[in-house]
C-alpha cells in the first residue's frame, strides 16, 4: 500500500440508534483505513463519555454540548488530514448539520435499524431498562431520534451483513475521492482497537485494558 503524505482529511460521521452498528462498523472501517496505510483516529460516543464529556449527562443541553465537542475535535483532526470517524448516537439533526458545516469534508452514515431490532439484540441490555422504566432519557424509548434527511451512505442493518454494510461506506469514501481503492482488504477478526466500547466483540483484544462503560450508555 502507498503512504499517503498528502492525505485528504474526511469525518465519516455515523449516526444511529444504540445497537444499531455504529461501532461494529467504525471499527472495521478503522482498519480497513489503517491497511491503507492512512492516519485514522475514531471517536466513539461512549469512549468519549468517559474523558472528553465527562460529566455531561443525557439532557438536550448536554448531548449537544457532548455532540458538538465531538465535532470540535473532529473538524481540528480533519483539517490536519487525518481520516476521522465518530461513532456517537448524535440524536439532533441540527447539531449533526452544524458540525457538517463546520468540518465540510463530511460523510453521513446513517446506521439504520428499528427500535425493536435494537432492543432485541439489546446489545448492551440498556433497552430491556429503558423499556422498564429504569433508564430515563434513552435515545429512541423516551428521548427522540432524528435521522438524517439525506446522508451520503444509507445502512439497513436489518438486511445488510457487516461486510455488506461495509462495503457500501468504502464505496462511498471512493466515490467522494477520499481513498484509492474501495476492495477490502481486511478479511480477518481484527485485534479490538481499544477506541470503541466493542471489546471482546471483535477479534481478540488487544488487551489495553477495557474502555469503562459512560453513563447510561446512550451517547
Ligand atoms: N449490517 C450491520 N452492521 C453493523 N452491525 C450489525 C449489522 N447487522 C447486525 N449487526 C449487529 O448489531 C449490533 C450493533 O452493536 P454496536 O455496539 O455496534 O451498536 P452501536 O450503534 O455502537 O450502539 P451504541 O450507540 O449503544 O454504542 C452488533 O451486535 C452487530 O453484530
Ligand atoms: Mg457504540
Redesign the pocket.
Known amino acids: 500500500m502507498t503512504h499517503h503524505p498528502d492525505q485528504q482529511g474526511f469525518t465519516v460521521w455515523?449516526t444511529?440508534?444504540?445497537?444499531?452498528?455504529?461501532?461494529?462498523?467504525?471499527?472495521m472501517l478503522f482498519h480497513e483505513l489503517r491497511r491503507r496505510d492512512m492516519k485514522v483516529e475514531l471517536l466513539?460516543?461512549?469512549v468519549v463519555r468517559t474523558n472528553l464529556s465527562k460529566g455531561l449527562g443525557f439532557s438536550k443541553e448536554d448531548r449537544d454540548t457532548n455532540i458538538l465537542r465531538i465535532g470540535f475535535v473532529a473538524n481540528l483532526l480533519t483539517r490536519n488530514g487525518v481520516a476521522t470517524i465518530t461513532?456517537?448516537?448524535s440524536p439532533y439533526r441540527h447539531v449533526r448539520n452544524a458540525c457538517r458545516q463546520m468540518i465540510k469534508d463530511f460523510v453521513e452514515v446513517h446506521?439504520d435499524?428499528t427500535v425493536e431490532e435494537?432492543a432485541r439484540?439489546d446489545?448492551?441490555g440498556?433497552y430491556e431498562k429503558a423499556m422498564r422504566g429504569e433508564i430515563k432519557g434513552f435515545t429512541g424509548v423516551d428521548d427522540p431520534y432524528e435521522a438524517p434527511a439525506s446522508p451520503e451512505v444509507y445502512?439497513?442493518?436489518?438486511t445488510?451483513?457487516?461486510?455488506?454494510?461495509?462495503q457500501l461506506i468504502l464505496d462511498a469514501l471512493l466515490e467522494e475521492g477520499y481513498i484509492e481503492d474501495s476492495t477490502r482488504l481486511v478479511h480477518a477478526p481484527q485485534a479490538h482497537s481499544g477506541l470503541?466500547?466493542?471489546d471482546g466483540?471483535i477479534g481478540t483484544s488487544l488487551a489495553t485494558g477495557s474502555v469503562p462503560k459512560g453513563g447510561e450508555?446512550?451517547?
Open positions: 455515523f444511529g440508534l444504540s445497537g444499531a452498528g455504529k461501532s461494529t462498523l467504525a471499527e466513539d460516543g461512549d461513532s456517537a448516537i446506521v435499524a435494537c439484540r446489545v448492551k440498556l445502512i439497513d442493518t436489518m445488510q451483513t457487516p461486510e455488506e454494510s461495509l470503541t466500547d466493542l466483540q450508555g446512550s451517547n
